[in-house]
């Protein structure tokens, strides 16, 4: 026990100093769309062939550039890896989260993040309600945030077990139907002002369980969210980047 | 016919055992030391039929027998009197098939809760008019009432205070006094087992990742592996190794993470900082061989995607060592903790003959004198590079779960850096058949952190995937929770949950 001790107190801090740095170069990331012209005209369809959640859209004569929904994205790397013209390519960014759905639709030529400083009624400090429906890695990467890594509560980040105490209702998982009924108690549970932010693609669309008879097709089946964070589960920072955007953050704000 | 699913040769066949039969068949074959692997339905050709996997522990062999139902039946005698381990096999197939164990003694709904229609179950496609008219309609939850002078209920859940899963768990108590558990699942049941018939095959491995995404490796082999079965297609060594080595990492990380929960709930927060921050270490390995800290999308069937190149493939194998070395000087942190074991010995202890009765699998199985690990039991050359044990212990109590978690974690860091190091080539085999074959069935069976994880795969006439079974090893364990806590104090409930750690997607499905 002694030894353990003192080789842990001598341990240096393991905190991270610089705020949403990219991901590590050997991590896959997720994909991104640049303005490089797409073959898809001459026959290739090999992103889309390949896309497990048909996050895809090839150009069509009304929409003549690719477009590729983050929110169904389950992260796989297919596209990026198969592309021929690098139309689609990787992004290490851990600033991902974005305030409407229609902005995870990555096209050419448009910003792959909105981050319009739009009022948000918290600014210093947020108390979180997480509730998951059924994605548990991503309560890992949640958990993950409040570790002395990530270190949440520097940034005013607080997870509450009462939605009675929360501002922010934070969900991952599909939420399919036996959850939705908990799910919209927890949200009545809340006080106002408040945020919900919907973590991860499961949350966002369901992911691979869209479509089936236990209608898990992800929050917005019963919710409004407010934030979205993409990702199979997001990093810890993707996560953060979720919260500090719902509390209009100025480190959140700048790109 | 035995086969054995760890070195894949030649096809599982199945022999029909009739239903009338299978309770004695059971009963036997399980008293002699064997497993019930597991328990579910499929549609046969003239009805439902009844599907068993043994695991002989001892020859590490496996057994599937299918047992047809009459024309039309929708009931059978139950094999729970007998066969304690099947009674939530029972339930489940009595919520998703309509089909009626009678006798078993606590019938209730698993995983269909009240919200599904009474008289939608999802997974019965051969339904004609007549087994239609005698399936009756779900009847609705009732917990089990405790009674007595001054017990009342604390109902918990689903929505839990930390940052888990969602589950619900009623307790009644007599003062502070747990008297009984009734755990209420179900809450994140996703209808994974339809999507996957519904999904291209070649697409499955995505899903199958998510059936508890915290296990995503895990899964994603044992599907492999049944697939391959199903195919009888080997996988290449160097895919192998890689695929055994992301189970380990997987184990390595988790039981860690479940040290920091096992700190928290001791009210011991420097214990919790270090072993997660190390956890942190371990998920950088995965994310360093894999691409994602979850290692995910990587582990497919008849191939291995994005394969690493040698240099990746030295780092990574000295960064685990060095964090199995990391993790041997902060374990004393708590292991050698007064204050920890204090807490710890003694707590939530789980009998070997209850164990065996229950079947407990894994960690959970191990901490309580049943030494079962898939690793050991059915053949797979990767994991015998290296002298190793499971660690036994026989207490069964929280501190021997923690140990036995421990103990796996550096055990799994040694076994996945040997691994990594023998992988000789960055080339990615890819062996993918262009059809599947017709009327096959397939299994998997791999040792995820959590313990025996089973997949079973079967396609119809035309080779679609007609049935797709997932057993993660947490169904087994459930009830084990409820009993270790019976009699102890409702404030040392958490405890003994993050002790087993257990998943509520891979159960709920």
Sequence with gaps: MLPSLLNYLKSPRCTADEIFPDLSAANRGLPAITSAPCTHGEGCTLCADGCPTKAIELPTDEKPEVALDLGKCVGCGHCMRVCPTKTIVTSRSTRTAVKRREDLVLRAGRPTLNVDAAHSPFKQSVVVRYVSTGDNATDLEVAACTNPIFDASRFGIHFTASPRFADVLLVAGPAPLAMQEPLCQTLHAMGQPRVIIAVGAQAISGGMFCGGYANANGVSSVLQPDVWVPGNPPHPWMILHGLLLAMGHPLALHT | ?509
């Design chain 2, 1 to 509: 016919m035995n086969t054995q699913p760890g070195v894949f040769t030649g096809a599982l066949k199945m022999d029909e055992v009739p239903i009338m039969q299978l309770r004695a068949r059971l009963k036997s074959e399980i008293g002699d030391g064997n497993r019930l692997g597991l328990l579910t339905a499929a549609d046969g050709a003239d009805g439902h039929q009844l599907l068993t996997l043994i695991i002989q522990t001892q020859s590490g062999g496996v057994s599937l027998l299918n047992s047809p139902l009459p024309h039309d039946a929708v009931s059978y005698a139950s094999l729970t009197p007998d066969l304690p381990q099947a009674h939530w096999f029972e339930r489940e197939i009595a919520d998703l098939w309509g089909i009626r164990p009678v006798g078993h003694p606590r019938l209730k709904s698993l995983v269909m809760h009240d919200s599904y229609p009474t008289d939608l179950f999802p997974l019965a496609e051969h339904v004609t008019a007549a087994t239609a008219r005698k399936r009756s309609r779900r009847a609705p939850y009732r917990f089990t009432v405790v009674q007595g002078n001054g017990v009342f209920e604390v109902p918990v859940g689903p929505v839990h205070a930390g940052i888990i899963e969602p589950g619900h768990f009623r307790f009644s108590c007599l003062g502070e006094v747990i008297e009984n558990l009734e755990i209420r699942l179900g809450f994140v049941h996703r209808g994974l087992e339809e999507r996957l018939t519904r999904c291209d095959w070649r697409m499955m491995n995505y899903l199958v990742e998510a059936a508890s995404s915290d296990t995503a490796a895990a899964n994603a082999t044992a599907h492999a592996f049944a697939m391959e079965n199903l195919c009888s297609v080997p996988a290449a060594p160097d895919v192998r190794k890689m695929r055994y080595a992301c189970i380990e990492i997987e184990r390595a990380a988790c039981h860690i993470g479940d040290l920091v929960g096992i700190c928290t709930d001791l009210g011991f927060g420097a214990g919790g900082t270090a072993f997660s921050a190390l956890r942190g270490d371990v998920l950088g390995v995965a994310e360093l061989l894999t691409g994602t800290r979850f290692m995910t999308s990587v582990i497919v069937p008849f191939a291995h995607k994005y394969m690493p190149a040698k240099p990746l493939l030295i780092e990574a194998t000295r960064r685990l060592r060095t964090c199995s070395s990391q993790l041997r000087s902060i374990l004393p942190l708590l292991l050698n903790n007064g204050a920890a074991i204090e807490r710890m010995e003694g707590m939530g202890d789980i009998k070997t003959s209850l164990a065996r009765d229950f079947g407990l699998v894994g960690p959970a199985g191990r901490a309580s004198g049943i030494a079962y690990d898939v690793r050991k039991v059915i053949a797979q050359p990767e994991y015998e590079q290296v002298e190793w044990q499971p660690p036994t212990y026989f207490e069964g109590d929280v501190f021997a779960r923690t140990r036995v978690r421990a103990e796996e974690a550096i055990v799994a860091m040694e076994l996945a850096a040997d691994m990594v190091s023998r992988i000789t080539s960055s080339h990615e085999p890819d062996s993918s058949p262009a059809t599947l074959p017709a009327n096959s069935v397939g299994v998997g069976i791999v040792e995820a952190w959590r313990g025996e994880l089973i997949h079973l795969v079967m396609t119809d006439s035309h080779g679609r995937v007609s049935r797709y079974k997932i057993k993660d090893p947490s169904f087994n364990n459930w009830t084990a929770l409820s009993i270790a806590v019976r009699g102890r104090l409702l404030s040392d409930f958490p405890l003994c949950n993050k002790s087993f750690g257990l998943s509520y997607s891979g159960t709920d499905l």
